[in-house]
């Protein structure tokens, strides 16, 4: 069983920047896929971005050039820098683990940006 526990969410104002942060319980060479999702009030959850064992990522088209993924593997722990954050980015953000061992979320954290 793996657990992820996100941090860093919080309320921020239109074209400010947030660093979310997710911790997991092992090590994450055993994960082929850390990812962050993300779900607004009604909506759907959405894929925002990923990070390969190898090092490749990829991103939503709506985040593109605003947000970046990455991971430190010493502290089993993966990051979504988020800058020029808009009011349609708020959205409770879920951190995801994909691998052998299974597939696994975290519990969430609230983004909300308004002025």
């Known amino acids: 069983q793996v657990q992820l526990v996100e941090s860093g969410g919080g309320l921020v104002q239109p074209g400010g920047s947030l660093r979310l942060s997710c911790v997991a319980s092992e090590n994450m060479f055993r994960a082929d896929t850390m990812a962050w999702h993300r779900q607004a009030p009604g909506k759907q959850r959405d894929l925002v971005a990923s990070?390969?064992?190898?090092?490749?990522?990829n991103y939503a088209d709506s985040v593109k050039g605003r947000f970046t993924i990455s991971r430190d593997n010493a502290k089993n722990t993966v990051y979504l820098q988020m800058d020029s954050l808009k009011p349609e980015d708020t959205a409770v953000y879920y951190c995801r683990w994909t691998g052998v061992d299974g597939d696994y979320w975290g519990q969430g954290t609230q983004v909300t940006v308004s002025s």
């Open positions: 990070s390969y064992r190898y090092g490749s990522s």
